[in-house]
C-alpha cells in the first residue's frame, strides 16, 4: 500500500511493506495457486493446469498499478487479477486457463490474501512487544525500591516505587501479546465459500479442497465461510486497537515526567534526535510524540470496523470494501507506536536523584495520609486527620510537615507520651514509603516474567497455524 509522507511518519517501513500492494497481490496469487494444487489433488482439475496455473503466480510478472486500476472500474482488485492470470496462463496453456479460479469468488481471494498478510503483520507487533517488554521487565527489576512521586488527578498524591510504575506499564502489554495472539489463532482462516459460501460448484469436494488449502497456507479451516460474519476478524482488530490504546497509556506517562519541570525521565537525544529549529536547548520527546499521535488515530479506525459489521445477506454492498481499506491502518498505528516507544526505552535516561528532589518539594504533605494513620492509634482518626490538615496548611519551604507534627507532638505531653518520634520519622522516609510498592512489584513481575517465559515457547507468526 502507499501511504502519505505523514503516515509514514507514524508508522515503519516494516509494517508498509507488509501491506504493500505487491504483498497483497503476492498474497491473492498464493491462494489462487494453492486453489489449483488443491483441486487437481482432488481431481477437480487436471495436474498439469494446476503446474501451469502456479508457475505463473508471481506478482513480479504483472503491472501491479494496472490492476489497481481495473480494479477500481470493475468493483474488486481479484476481478482484473483472475483475468490477468487467466490471460497469462492461456499464453502457455490454453487448456489450463480455463481452471484458472474454479469454484472460487472474488471475496475469498481478498480475504485470504488480507489474512496472509495479517499474519506477517502479527509478527512484527509480536517481535516489537518482545522486545519492549523485556526492556519494561528490566526497568522495573532494577528500580523497585525508588522513590517516585505517584499523581492522580495530575497532582502530585502519595509516594509509589518506580519499579511499580514500571510494571503497570508493562503489564498490559503482555495482557495485549496473550490476546492478539488467542483472537489471531481465531481469526487467520482459510477464506472459501464460493458464489454464496456454500462450495456448490466444488460439489462433494469442496470442503477436502479447503481443507488442502488450509494446510498448504498455513491457516485455520473455518466451518464455514466467513463472507459476512466478521466477528472474529474484528475481535482482531479490535485487540490490536486496545494494544495501541496501552502504548498511548505508557507515551502519556513518559511525556509528563520528561517535562523540564518534572524532568524525572528523559528520552535518548543526540545525533539530530529531538531537537528543535529554533530553540537550540530543546530536548523534544519525539518517540513519546509519535506513539501518541499513532494511538490517538486508533479509535477511529476501530469505530469504522465496527460500523462495517453489518453487512447484508451473503456479501456486503460498500462495508466489506470499507473494512478492507480501514484495516491496515490499526497496524500501522500500533506498530508505530511500539516500534517509537522502544526506542525511547532502550536509551531512556532515569533520575532517581529528581525524582527524590520532586517528593522533598512538597515539603513532606505527600506524607500526610500514612502520618495521620500513625497518629490515628494514640488519638483517633478524626482528631489524628483534623491535627494533619490543619499543619499541612501550614508546611512551607521553612518548616515542612515533619517538623510542625514533631514541634505539635513535643507541644502536647499527651501527644509526646504515645507517639514514638523515631517511628514518625520513618513515615517520613521516601524508601519506606515505597516498600508496599516494592513488594506488590515484586510479586507482579513474578507473574509476568512467567508469562512471558510462555511466549517465548511458542512463535505462532513465525510457525503455521493449521487446522
Same mark, same amino acid.
Given at each position: 500500500?502507499?501511504?502519505?509522507?505523514?503516515?509514514?511518519?507514524?508508522?515503519?517501513?516494516?509494517?508498509?511493506?507488509?501491506?504493500?500492494?505487491?504483498?497483497?497481490?503476492?498474497?491473492?496469487?498464493?491462494?489462487?495457486?494453492?486453489?489449483?494444487?488443491?483441486?487437481?489433488?482432488?481431481?477437480?482439475?487436471?495436474?498439469?493446469?494446476?503446474?501451469?496455473?502456479?508457475?505463473?503466480?508471481?506478482?513480479?510478472?504483472?503491472?501491479?498499478?494496472?490492476?489497481?486500476?481495473?480494479?477500481?472500474?470493475?468493483?474488486?482488485?481479484?476481478?482484473?487479477?483472475?483475468?490477468?492470470?487467466?490471460? *497469462?496462463?492461456?499464453?502457455?496453456?490454453?487448456?489450463?486457463?480455463?481452471?484458472?479460479?474454479?469454484?472460487?469468488?472474488?471475496?475469498?481471494?481478498?480475504?485470504?490474501?488480507?489474512?496472509?498478510?495479517?499474519?506477517?503483520?502479527?509478527?512484527?507487533?509480536?517481535?516489537?512487544?518482545?522486545?519492549?517488554?523485556?526492556?519494561?521487565?528490566?526497568?522495573?527489576?532494577?528500580?523497585?525500591?525508588?522513590?517516585?512521586?505517584?499523581?492522580?488527578?495530575?497532582?502530585?498524591?502519595?509516594?509509589?516505587?518506580?519499579?511499580?510504575?514500571?510494571?503497570?506499564?508493562?503489564?498490559?502489554?503482555?495482557?495485549?501479546?496473550?490476546?492478539?495472539?488467542?483472537?489471531?489463532?481465531?481469526?487467520?482462516?482459510?477464506?472459501?465459500?464460493?458464489?454464496?459460501?456454500?462450495?456448490?460448484?466444488?460439489?462433494?469436494?469442496?470442503?477436502?479442497?479447503?481443507?488442502?488449502?488450509?494446510?498448504?497456507?498455513?491457516?485455520?479451516?473455518?466451518?464455514?465461510?466467513?463472507?459476512?460474519?466478521?466477528?472474529?476478524?474484528?475481535?482482531?482488530?479490535?485487540?490490536?486497537?486496545?494494544?495501541?490504546?496501552?502504548?498511548?497509556?505508557?507515551? *502519556?506517562?513518559?511525556?509528563?515526567?520528561?517535562?523540564?519541570?518534572?524532568?524525572?525521565?528523559?528520552?535518548?537525544?543526540?545525533?539530530?534526535?529531538?531537537?528543535?529549529?529554533?530553540?537550540?536547548?530543546?530536548?523534544?520527546?519525539?518517540?513519546?510524540?509519535?506513539?501518541?499521535?499513532?494511538?490517538?488515530?486508533?479509535?477511529?479506525?476501530?469505530?469504522?470496523?465496527?460500523?462495517?459489521?453489518?453487512?447484508?445477506?451473503?456479501?456486503?454492498?460498500?462495508?466489506?470494501?470499507?473494512?478492507?481499506?480501514?484495516?491496515?491502518?490499526?497496524?500501522?498505528?500500533?506498530?508505530?507506536?511500539?516500534?517509537?516507544?522502544?526506542?525511547?526505552?532502550?536509551?531512556?535516561?532515569?533520575?532517581?536523584?529528581?525524582?527524590?528532589?520532586?517528593?522533598?518539594?512538597?515539603?513532606?504533605?505527600?506524607?500526610?495520609?500514612?502520618?495521620?494513620?500513625?497518629?490515628?492509634?494514640?488519638?483517633?482518626?478524626?482528631?489524628?486527620?483534623?491535627?494533619?490538615?490543619?499543619?499541612?496548611?501550614?508546611?512551607?519551604?521553612?518548616?515542612?510537615?515533619?517538623?510542625?507534627?514533631?514541634?505539635?507532638?513535643?507541644?502536647?505531653?499527651?501527644?509526646?507520651?504515645?507517639?514514638?518520634?523515631?517511628?514518625?520519622?520513618?513515615?517520613?522516609?521516601?524508601?519506606?514509603?515505597?516498600?508496599?510498592?516494592?513488594?506488590?512489584?515484586?510479586?507482579?513481575?513474578?507473574?509476568?516474567?512467567?508469562?512471558?517465559?510462555?511466549?517465548?515457547?511458542?512463535?505462532?507468526?513465525?510457525?503455521?497455524?493449521?487446522?
Amino acid at each position: 500500500m502507499s501511504v502519505s509522507i505523514f503516515d509514514s511518519f507514524l508508522t515503519t517501513s516494516d509494517m508498509i511493506a507488509a501491506f504493500d500492494d505487491a504483498a497483497v497481490v503476492q498474497a491473492m496469487f498464493r491462494f489462487e495457486a494453492s486453489l489449483a494444487r488443491a483441486q487437481a489433488a482432488e481431481g477437480l482439475v487436471p495436474q498439469e493446469a494446476a503446474s501451469a496455473i502456479a508457475g505463473v503466480c508471481k506478482a513480479e510478472l504483472y503491472d501491479i498499478p494496472a490492476l489497481i486500476l481495473a480494479g477500481r472500474r470493475a468493483g474488486s482488485l481479484a476481478i482484473p487479477l483472475v483475468k490477468e492470470l487467466t490471460r *497469462t496462463v492461456a499464453l502457455y496453456d490454453e487448456a489450463a486457463a480455463r481452471h484458472v479460479h474454479r469454484g472460487s469468488t472474488s471475496q475469498d481471494v481478498i480475504d485470504s490474501a488480507l489474512v496472509l498478510v495479517t499474519r506477517d503483520a502479527l509478527r512484527l507487533l509480536d517481535d516489537g512487544l518482545h522486545a519492549l517488554c523485556g526492556r519494561l521487565l528490566r526497568l522495573a527489576e532494577g528500580h523497585l525500591s525508588t522513590p517516585v512521586l505517584a499523581r492522580t488527578l495530575m497532582q502530585p498524591a502519595q509516594v509509589t516505587s518506580f519499579g511499580f510504575k514500571a510494571a503497570g506499564w508493562l503489564a498490559p502489554l503482555v495482557r495485549a501479546r496473550a490476546r492478539i495472539r488467542e483472537a489471531a489463532a481465531r481469526a487467520l482462516q482459510l477464506q472459501l465459500g464460493g458464489a454464496v459460501g456454500t462450495l456448490s460448484a466444488m460439489g462433494e469436494r469442496g470442503t477436502l479442497v479447503a481443507e488442502r488449502m488450509a494446510q498448504d497456507l498455513g491457516l485455520k479451516l473455518a466451518d464455514s465461510a466467513w463472507h459476512t460474519q466478521r466477528d472474529e476478524w474484528v475481535r482482531l482488530g479490535m485487540e490490536v486497537a486496545v494494544l495501541a490504546g496501552s502504548l498511548g497509556k505508557l507515551a *502519556t506517562d513518559l511525556s509528563l515526567m520528561a517535562q523540564g519541570e518534572v524532568a524525572e525521565l528523559a528520552e535518548p537525544s543526540g545525533g539530530g534526535r529531538g531537537g528543535s529549529s529554533a530553540m537550540p536547548h530543546k530536548r523534544n520527546p519525539v518517540s513519546s510524540m509519535i506513539a501518541l499521535a499513532a494511538a490517538r488515530r486508533t479509535p477511529q479506525h476501530a469505530a469504522a470496523l465496527l460500523a462495517c459489521m453489518n453487512q447484508e445477506h451473503e456479501r456486503g454492498l460498500g462495508n466489506w470494501q470499507a473494512e478492507l481499506a480501514e484495516w491496515p491502518n490499526l497496524f500501522l498505528s500500533a506498530h508505530g507506536a511500539l516500534h517509537a516507544l522502544d526506542e525511547a526505552f532502550a536509551g531512556l535516561q532515569v533520575d532517581g536523584g529528581r525524582m527524590r528532589s520532586n517528593i522533598e518539594s512538597l515539603h513532606g504533605l505527600v506524607f500526610a495520609e500514612a502520618a495521620s494513620s500513625y497518629l490515628a492509634g494514640a488519638i483517633g482518626r478524626p482528631a489524628a486527620h483534623a491535627l494533619l490538615e490543619d499543619l499541612s496548611r501550614q508546611a512551607n519551604g521553612e518548616r515542612g510537615l515533619e517538623d510542625l507534627l514533631r514541634a505539635a507532638v513535643r507541644a502536647d505531653p499527651a501527644l509526646s507520651a504515645q507517639v514514638d518520634l523515631d517511628g514518625l520519622a520513618r513515615v517520613f522516609d521516601p524508601v519506606a514509603a515505597a516498600e508496599p510498592a516494592r513488594r506488590l512489584a515484586e510479586r507482579q513481575l513474578q507473574s509476568l516474567r512467567a508469562d512471558m517465559a510462555a511466549f517465548e515457547a511458542t512463535h505462532p507468526f513465525h510457525e503455521q497455524i493449521t487446522a
